[in-house]
């Protein structure tokens, strides 16, 4: 990450996620659309979040304005949710699989899914992050 990138992120974007860890973020993120395990958008994330179902949250650091999406590190709160701030909403569209940059994302839970190990390891990572 360039000087310049570092100045835009805003420190209200907390916890932020190194570069390894958006790495493996991005990774998973695309995973799970390619399984529909993905909700795009600030809006369907705050669904998810309502009906208990998202696995964990990922917003873009340099959305504008940042206070889009500040509701959701409080609500992700409220229903113990994992929750991480990733640098770039450009990256995270592409991770989406989507031509538009995206500023929220959830990850849902399914049971039966071939991610449930990937995503449980991520929780634990970003959990980490919050302590």
Same mark, same amino acid.
């Given at each position: 990450? %360039?000087?310049?990138?570092?100045?835009?992120?805003?420190?209200?974007?907390?916890?932020?996620? /190194?570069?390894?860890? *958006?790495?493996?973020?991005? /990774?998973?993120?695309?995973?799970?659309? =390619?399984?529909? +395990?993905?909700?795009?958008?600030? =809006?369907?994330? *705050?669904? %998810? !979040? =309502? @009906?208990? !179902?998202?696995?964990?949250?990922?917003?873009?650091? /340099?959305?504008?304005? #940042?206070?889009?999406?500040?509701h959701l590190p409080l609500l992700s709160e409220d229903k113990n949710v994992p929750y991480v701030f990733v640098p770039s909403k450009q990256a995270l569209g592409r991770a989406c699989g989507v031509t @538009?940059?995206?500023?929220?994302?959830?990850?849902? =839970?399914?049971?039966?899914?071939? #991610?449930?190990?990937?995503? +449980?390891?991520?929780? /634990?990572?970003?959990?980490? !992050?919050?302590?």
């Open positions: 990450m %360039t000087v310049a990138e570092e100045e835009a992120v805003n420190p209200k974007a907390y916890p932020l996620a /190194d570069a390894q860890l *958006t790495i493996t973020i991005m /990774d998973l993120v695309q995973q799970a659309a =390619n399984y529909k +395990q993905l909700k795009k958008g600030a =809006n369907e994330s *705050t669904k %998810t !979040l =309502n @009906r208990g !179902l998202a696995a964990f949250i990922v917003m873009a650091a /340099d959305a504008t304005p #940042l206070e889009i999406l500040l @538009r940059p995206v500023i929220a994302c959830s990850v849902t =839970n399914n049971e039966g899914s071939q #991610l449930q190990s990937q995503i +449980q390891q991520l929780k /634990d990572a970003i959990e980490k !992050l919050l302590i």
